[in-house]
Each structure stands twice: as structure tokens, then as C-alpha cells.
């Protein structure tokens, strides 16, 4: 089984900063693609930002120029550096990847989410 800790949200005034940052642990292989999401009240799940393995990035057209994902492959750690955030960005923030958890498979898990709220 694996394990997706998220930790770094809070409560910060707009144009303030926030990293977060996700754990994996357990039976992994290889960590895949890692993702950021985030849910507002009364919206659905949007995909904020990935990395691959290899490092390619890809960014919600919101978010470009404020936030960075990077992760760090020996400790099984993706990171989510948030800049001249906004009140539209008070969300649950969730990270999710896909693990490689046994030979030749593959499974993808979340974290249980940490939330951000940005006040104007």
C-alpha cells in the first residue's frame, strides 16, 4: 500500500506565498506522474499542475507565472511553491501520483487533501 501525506496549507492574505508539499511512502517501485488539484466550495476538482518523473511540468492556464510543482525523486516528495496567491484560490488542495506499486503495474493514489485559504 502507499501513503500520500500533503502538508503546507494555512491561511495566508492575498499577494502572500504557500509551499506545499506532498510525501509518498510504502511499497513504491517508481513514482510516475505527480499532480497537484485543488476543489473550491461548490466546484468541481481541477487539475492545478503535474511533473514526471523526467521533470516536464504542465500548468492550469490560472496559475501560470504565480505557482512552480517540482518534486524531489529520492525522498518521494512533490512540492507545489504558490506565489501572489488570490482568493480564487482558496481550495482543498490535493496531490495525487501514479506509483508504480508491483511488476509491471501501476496505480494511482491521493493524498487526503490540505486546505488553502487565501483572504483578501
Known amino acids: 500500500q502507499v501513503q500520500l501525506v500533503e502538508s503546507g496549507g494555512g491561511l495566508v492574505q492575498a499577494g502572500g506565498s504557500l509551499r506545499l508539499s506532498c510525501a509518498a511512502s510504502?511499497?513504491?517501485?517508481?513514482?510516475?506522474?505527480m499532480n497537484w488539484l485543488r476543489q473550491a466550495p461548490g466546484k468541481q476538482r481541477e487539475l492545478v499542475a503535474g511533473?514526471?518523473?523526467?521533470?516536464?511540468?504542465h500548468y492550469a492556464d490560472s496559475v501560470k507565472r504565480r505557482f512552480t510543482i517540482s518534486r524531489d525523486n529520492g525522498k518521494k516528495m512533490v512540492y507545489l511553491q504558490m506565489n501572489s496567491l488570490e482568493p480564487e484560490d482558496t481550495a482543498v488542495y490535493y496531490c495525487?501520483?501514479?506509483?508504480?506499486?508491483?511488476?509491471?503495474?501501476?496505480?494511482?493514489?491521493w493524498g487526503q487533501g490540505t486546505q488553502v485559504t487565501v483572504s483578501s
Open positions: 495525487n501520483a501514479d506509483v508504480q506499486d508491483r511488476p509491471g503495474g501501476s496505480s494511482v493514489y
Open positions: 510504502g511499497r513504491i517501485f517508481r513514482i510516475n506522474a
Open positions: 511533473i514526471t518523473n523526467g521533470g516536464s511540468t
